[in-house]
């Protein structure tokens, strides 16, 4: 274990939930906690050419493709060369004290590390002297629970990582830290005032559903039950649920269950079929389950907002900038009002949308909203984010 630790903090044995990291100095809100370089990382597939390989550097032009590979680029030769120095990301946290759960991996995810394994031995066994079999399934599990996707300003998916020292951090659904990403950095910044001897918490997952919701996800993907403040009290769930007003008759609580169970069917349904079905295909199943939906629940149900977001995103994809703009104004109060404060999905709604009406020369509306993306980013990602200048130089070119 190495022993430097990480400044104004302290790792600590957390009541009821193992391991944990804790403040030891003030962090007021926007302040950086701490930074994490990657462990291990790659870039996904579909933004090859856009993004080094290296560094995560977003380019449109002026990246270099691999002479010897043909499919990665880079910025330069220094990008290119292997980077065999380990990086100063065990400061609290080594790799192999990462929980693997594998006692509590049921049948599905077992065969998923097999799979993952077997693709590995195949495409990579002449280039790599791999561990066997037990270390590996442990180093999946181990990857699966603890790894980070890395996203950029609108949450696209740029690339996975493994964070050991930022995977030290508990969960809670009322978090008081936030990372972003610089490249293949991980940045950890409050988005509350912390106190000397509170515990740091981040989020694991989208804080958007009700507490029953959450507690379903943060058990399957990492074996625990949450206890935090919004879990116990569920001070959101009502508004998060809210039923159609003005109603002839009010759903029976019967009913509710049965449209919430649909809800999440299509939801399943839908993550499924963005594999096989068209475009049209895809925005019809958002428009019916919405209108089956909108006899029970009202449009800032939550069920409701997810399969709007998802008809956006489609909209976008179709480069329908009207339909796109009409589902993104029905998001983002809806948003504000269920998310935490200085959460990246607002932000990234209202840059969207924001995007959106300049395109369509709605300027006075589009400058409005990239200036509440930016209240938001300049807290989350810091004000010398390069995302930040990014968003102020589309600003001024409005002017």
Same mark, same amino acid.
């Given at each position: 274990?190495?022993?430097?630790?990480?400044?104004?903090?302290?790792?600590?044995?957390?009541?009821?939930?193992?391991?944990?990291?804790?403040?030891?100095? /003030?962090?007021?809100?926007?302040?950086?906690?701490?930074?994490?370089?990657?462990?291990?990382?790659?870039?996904?597939?579909?933004?090859?050419?856009?993004?080094?390989?290296?560094?995560?550097?977003?380019?449109?032009?002026?990246?270099?493709?691999?002479?010897?590979?043909?499919?990665?680029?880079?910025?330069?030769?220094?990008?290119?060369?292997?980077?065999?120095?380990?990086?100063?990301?065990?400061? &609290?946290?080594?790799?192999?004290?990462?929980?693997?759960?594998?006692?509590?991996?049921?049948?599905?995810?077992?065969?998923?590390?097999?799979?993952?394994?077997?693709?590995?031995? /195949?495409?990579?066994?002449?280039?790599?002297?791999?561990?066997?079999?037990?270390?590996?399934?442990?180093?999946?599990?181990?990857?699966?629970?603890?790894?980070?996707?890395?996203?950029?300003?609108?949450?696209?998916?740029? *690339? +996975?990582?493994?964070?050991?020292?930022?995977?030290?951090?508990? /969960?809670?659904?009322?978090?008081? &830290?936030?990372?972003?990403?610089?490249?293949? !950095?991980?940045?950890?910044?409050?988005?509350?005032?912390?106190?000397?001897?509170?515990? $740091?918490?981040?989020?694991? $997952?989208?804080?958007?559903?009700?507490?029953?919701?959450?507690?379903?996800?943060?058990?399957?993907?990492?074996?625990?039950?949450?206890?935090?403040?919004?879990?116990?009290?569920?001070?959101?769930?009502?508004?998060?649920?809210?039923?159609?007003?003005?109603?002839?008759?009010?759903?029976?609580?019967?009913?509710?269950?049965?449209? &919430?169970?649909?809800?999440?069917?299509?939801?399943?349904?839908?993550?499924?079929?963005?594999?096989?079905?068209?475009?049209?295909?895809?925005?019809?199943?958002?428009?019916?389950?919405?209108?089956?939906?909108?006899?029970?629940?009202?449009?800032?149900?939550?069920?409701?907002?997810?399969?709007?977001?998802?008809?956006? *995103?489609?909209?976008?994809?179709?480069?329908?900038?009207? *339909?796109?703009?009409?589902?993104?104004?029905?998001?983002?109060?809806?948003?504000? &009002?269920?998310?935490?404060?200085?959460?990246?999905?607002?932000? +990234?709604?209202?840059?969207?949308?924001?995007?959106?009406?300049?395109?369509?020369?709605?300027?006075?509306?589009?400058?409005?909203?990239?200036?509440?993306?930016?209240?938001?980013?300049? !807290?989350?990602?810091?004000?010398?984010?390069?995302?930040?200048?990014?968003?102020?130089?589309?600003?001024?070119?409005?002017?």
């Amino acid at each position: 274990m190495k022993t430097e630790g990480i400044e104004g903090t302290e790792r600590f044995v957390s009541p009821g939930k193992g391991r944990g990291l804790r403040a030891t100095k /003030h962090f007021k809100v926007g302040d950086l906690v701490f930074a994490c370089p990657a462990y291990a990382y790659v870039l996904t597939v579909n933004e090859r050419g856009g993004h080094c390989e290296c560094c995560f550097t977003r380019r449109e032009e002026g990246l270099s493709k691999c002479g010897k590979c043909k499919q990665a680029y880079y910025c330069n030769v220094e990008c290119q060369k292997c980077q065999t120095e380990r990086t100063p990301s065990e400061r &609290v946290l080594t790799l192999r004290e990462l929980e693997a759960h594998l006692d509590k991996l049921d049948n599905e995810k077992n065969e998923m590390n097999d799979t993952d394994i077997a693709a590995l031995h /195949h495409f990579y066994s002449r280039h790599l002297d791999s561990p066997d079999n037990a270390a590996l399934t442990e180093l999946f599990a181990q990857v699966n629970c603890n790894g980070f996707t890395i996203e950029d300003e609108e949450l696209s998916h740029l *690339g +996975s990582a493994v964070f050991p020292d930022v995977a030290l951090m508990n /969960h809670s659904c009322s978090p008081n &830290v936030i990372v972003t990403y610089k490249g293949t !950095v991980a940045e950890v910044r409050a988005v509350q005032d912390i106190s000397p001897g509170e515990e $740091i918490f981040n989020s694991y $997952i989208d804080l958007l559903y009700p507490t029953e919701d959450r507690i379903e996800r943060l058990r399957d993907s990492y074996f625990f039950n949450c206890d935090c403040k919004e879990c116990t009290y569920k001070s959101k769930d009502k508004a998060k649920m809210e039923i159609r007003q003005k109603l002839s008759t009010p759903p029976e609580e019967e009913e509710i269950k049965q449209m &919430v169970m649909y809800a999440r069917n299509v939801i399943e349904e839908f993550r499924r079929a963005k594999h096989y079905k068209t475009p049209s295909e895809l925005l019809e199943i958002c428009e019916l389950s919405l209108e089956k939906m909108g006899s029970v629940f009202a449009e800032t149900n939550v069920y409701m907002l997810h399969m709007m977001y998802q008809a956006m *995103g489609v909209c976008l994809y179709m480069q329908d900038w009207d *339909g796109a703009m009409k589902y993104g104004e029905k998001i983002i109060q809806p948003y504000s &009002v269920h998310y935490p404060p200085y959460s990246l999905n607002v932000a +990234s709604m209202y840059l969207k949308l924001g995007r959106l009406y300049l395109g369509l020369e709605k300027r006075t509306r589009g400058v409005k909203a990239l200036k509440k993306a930016l209240a938001i980013m300049e !807290v989350a990602h810091g004000k010398d984010h390069p995302y930040i200048t990014e968003i102020k130089k589309e600003m001024e070119e409005q002017k």
